[in-house]
């Protein structure tokens, strides 16, 4: 919507805020040190909505918890919009000044009356409407979100949902107020800023934009592909269709963490040659032709990372790699000589110098002020830049620095692909915990006091109905797939929802059950809403998938 | 944003000294380049003003006031080595370590060497001062708690409350000698609302509370913080970008801890950026 995509606003911002919706974040458990500025904001006066289909341990912290059905964030923010606009609350200087399609937006949100919403999202209408008015009258206020948002089919609506409230309003370009996306690993917003994205050149430079093809043509020494290649999700796709014969993975697990994981698996076994570098053996590393062994990148291996708020931190190498494991830098550039183009032996420094003649928006970050200023928030376009706290002050500008205004999209609620039925009546999410992270392989490897497992939270009146009784073995079944587990009667589930966390696959394989409908425009799968039916495990059944081991003391291999 | 530069001008030791309004003596010092010893403050905590150990003279104030918790003022006239600032100083730290084991201190140690402070002199042949004496509680595999060192500062109860972490998990309970820092209703530290930030070992400024690691090479014999290496990095567990000072010997990561100065973390981190390195280790990597 704006250009190059980055969480607008500092850390610090959100200290200094008026009001907060967490929305689809759980930050206490996924991003705690994150979570403290946010409760400094909240020491510091700040009122904060959490908008989650589950009352989280963030939700706790929050003036109102507002837990919609899964999959219903558009019609609640089209909700909260409409009512701004009925109410009079939206900016309609900014909205002139700074943006356009605003008209189409309030036609299309016409429909979403307070009454509506309630019936979609099962939010009172009430709580519908102190969120639009507590939002739209603050003077600063800010939108989180995760994955809550960006897991669904239909992701970049759902986001764009959200973006709309910030024009509604004027609550993005300025200090305070902003649109926060929370990063879930330390550089995946530094991964989309150095061009590991399949449309973009490093600095979100577009590959079908002939200009910047040819200063990178023209850098490189090579022609390069001028039509966007493909994502994780159409990868697969590609691979189903045996387009895709072989696949070079680095520091991914997908035969953990892909939706609907055994089909995923067949089609990795179908390659002709599956290569895999990584830190551990994980089950992807397990299944590959050829295991690369490389370096811990944050403890082994000298570079830079990119955090939620666009600053650029060095990495350093504290310990040596074990056995034959190397730097994935010098891996790559290994693999690159052995398949006949020339890469030298370039250190980190020189290929971060490389990046900064190529990418204006880190242009100013030179190694030496990485260094001496402990990081650098981008865009920093030369060496006498402080570098941004916070993104789009263009927006407040009289000719908004010559760009065109940005743009209401419109977005209509669709909710998630696959419905509840008589089958599978039951609704599955699934999400992070506190001392885990993603498919364990990391976090397995030190002994929690507070691991939980796995198991699905159930609420109990589905509990007492279906005569499950807490820590009760169940078969929990998706369209796709079913899998052995225990069942935690928690009354922070609403009625009709379960939930699951992936950390820990060799136990519980969540991701036979999730469903791999993705959106088109991001490539993410709708991990957020599949359909479930759970069952207990009677004596007849053969017992599957009884775990053996105790999670807490198992290896790292998982 | 918003910060008002009103300056105040006040003496310390002989010497003018200006700050802007607001600033504590303790911070004061600190830019006239005067060193003051302390135990309860920290850079990233509020001055809970317990401790008594950073005292200074006042000129007009009848008590000697701790520097870390009273502002400085137009006009004021501190002295900081003062008889009876170092009369007192020496006292404190006598007393604290005539009942604690300050061995692992190692801020103090230095203070106590300035002040000429000798603990044992309170120990007679027929009176021994009292000492806590309780074994290590060791409740899982992260954390250690040793009583016989803990000065109740009250360091680990701002971290794991209003100060940080916001989760109250411990708090002092029990009255006078009593008194102890506890869980609620003093609950193994698994059952309690602990979430192993391990922000109140950040904080601890005697080793009462402890990585479990760091307390078994200690009891090995293991522990060489001479032959230790710090290296600043970025934790890989999530976006937020915390900085990790991994602190290494022989090699290998043997604790984990966060600047205090950082934008960031402030020196806080959570569970994972703490503890969760050991993966990183031989022999669990091959």
């Not at chain 1, 409409?82 to 429909?111: C, P, W």
């Not at chain 1, 004596?539 to 105790?550: A, G, R, V």
């Not at chain 2, 002199?121 to 074994?135: K, N």
Request: proline share 6%.
């Amino acid at each position: 919507m704006f250009g190059a995509g980055g969480g607008t606003s500092s850390y610090t911002e959100v200290e200094e805020t008026d009001v907060v919706l967490l929305w689809g974040s759980n930050a206490r458990e996924a991003h705690p040190i994150y979570f403290h500025h946010l409760l400094k904001g909240l020491d510091n006066g700040a009122k904060m909505y959490s908008v989650d289909p589950r009352r989280t341990s963030s939700s706790k912290f929050a003036d109102a918890w507002l837990g919609l059905n899964v999959g219903t964030d558009i019609a609640l923010a089209n909700a909260v919009g409409r009512e701004i606009i009925a109410a009079g609350l939206h900016d309609t200087d900014f909205i002139a000044h700074s943006t356009q399609g605003f008209e189409d937006y309030k036609a299309a949100v016409e429909q979403y009356t307070l009454d509506n919403a309630e019936e979609i999202t099962g939010v009172p209408a009430h709580a519908i409407r102190e969120l639009a008015h507590d939002y739209a009258g603050a003077d600063t206020a800010q939108i989180l979100w995760t994955l809550g948002i960006t897991e669904h089919h239909n992701a970049v609506e759902n986001v764009l949902s959200l973006c709309n409230l910030a024009l509604l309003t004027g609550h993005v370009g300025r200090w305070g107020s902003g649109l926060v996306p929370l990063r879930g690993q330390n550089n995946v917003q530094g991964g989309g800023d150095m061009g590991a994205l399949p449309n973009k050149f490093p600095g979100f430079q577009d590959v079908e934009d002939p200009v910047a093809l040819a200063k990178f043509e023209a850098a490189y020494h090579m022609s390069l592909p001028n039509k966007p290649g493909l994502h994780l999700t159409l990868m697969f796709e590609a691979m189903e269709r045996g387009e895709i014969k072989g696949l070079y993975v680095i520091g991914e697990n997908p035969a953990d963490s892909e939706a609907d994981v055994a089909h995923a698996r067949k089609l990795l076994d179908g390659l002709d040659i599956l290569v895999v570098q990584d830190i551990l053996m994980t089950r992807t590393a397990e299944m590959a032709d050829v295991v690369l062994p490389a370096a811990v990148g944050w403890a082994e291996s000298e570079g830079t990372v990119t955090s939620s708020e666009r600053r650029v931190q060095r990495v350093r190498a504290a310990v040596s790699p074990p056995g034959e494991a190397r730097c994935d830098t010098d891996i790559i550039g290994d693999l690159a000589n052995r398949l006949g183009v020339d890469w030298g032996t370039p250190t980190p420094q020189d290929l971060w110098d490389e990046l900064r003649s190529l990418s204006p928006l880190h242009a100013g970050m030179s190694w030496e002020r990485l260094e001496s200023e402990g990081g650098l928030q981008w865009p920093c376009t030369d060496l006498d830049d402080p570098g941004s706290t916070f993104l789009h002050g263009w927006l407040w500008a009289d000719d908004l620095e010559g760009r065109d205004p940005a743009p209401f999209s419109v977005c209509h609620h669709e909710g998630p692909k696959e419905q509840l039925s008589d089958e599978f009546p039951l609704r599955l999410t699934t999400g992070r915990a506190l001392d885990s992270y993603n498919t364990g392989v990391q976090t397995g490897g030190y002994a929690s006091p507070i691991r939980y497992g796995a198991g699905i939270d159930v609420n109990p009146a589905d509990a007492e109905r279906l005569g499950l009784s807490d820590g009760e073995r169940v078969r929990v079944f998706s369209p796709r797939g079913s899998v052995e587990t225990s069942v935690r009667i928690q009354p922070d589930i609403p009625k009709g929802l379960t939930f699951t966390t992936f950390h820990f696959p060799e136990l519980v394989d969540v991701n036979q059950l999730t469903n791999p409908e993705w959106d088109p425009r991001s490539g993410t799968a709708e991990f957020k809403a599949a359909a479930v039916r759970i069952e207990p495990i009677t004596k007849e059944q053969p017992e599957q998938l009884t775990p053996s081991t105790d999670p807490a003391t198992k290896s790292a291999n998982g | 944003m918003t910060v008002t530069e009103v300056s105040v001008n006040l003496t310390i030791n002989g010497q003018a000294v200006s700050v802007p309004e607001g600033t504590s003596i303790h911070k004061a010092c600190e830019s006239a380049g005067i060193e003051t010893p302390t135990l309860c403050w920290a850079e990233n905590l509020t001055p809970v003003n317990v401790c008594r150990v950073c005292v200074v003279e006042v000129e007009g104030s009848r008590a000697l006031v701790p520097s870390c918790a009273r502002a400085a003022e137009d006009e004021m006239v501190v002295q900081t080595d003062s008889p009876r600032v170092r009369h007192s100083r020496k006292m404190v730290l006598e007393f604290l370590g005539s009942s604690v084991d300050l061995s692992q201190a190692t801020e103090l140690a230095e203070w106590m060497r300035h002040y000429g402070a000798d603990p044992d002199r309170y120990d007679q042949p027929d009176l021994v001062a009292e000492r806590i004496s309780e074994e290590p509680k060791i409740q899982d595999d992260l954390y250690i708690r040793d009583y016989d060192k803990c000065v109740l500062c009250y360091k680990c109860v701002e971290a794991c409350g209003d100060d940080a972490q916001h989760t109250y998990a411990i708090a002092v309970s029990g009255r006078g000698f009593g008194a102890r820092i506890s869980t609620e209703f003093d609950t193994v530290l698994p059952d309690s609302a602990c979430v192993y930030c391990g922000n109140c070992i950040g904080v601890c400024p005697t080793g009462a509370i402890q990585f479990k690691t760091e307390f078994d090479m200690r009891a090995a014999g293991e522990w060489r913080p001479d032959e230790q290496d710090v290296t600043t990095t970025v934790c890989s567990f999530c976006g937020v970008g915390c900085n990790l000072e991994l602190h290494t010997q022989d090699d290998r990561i043997v604790k984990v801890t966060s600047p205090a100065d950082h934008s960031v973390t402030h020196g806080h981190l959570c569970i994972k950026g703490r503890f969760g390195w050991q993966y990183v280790q031989p022999p669990t990597r091959k």
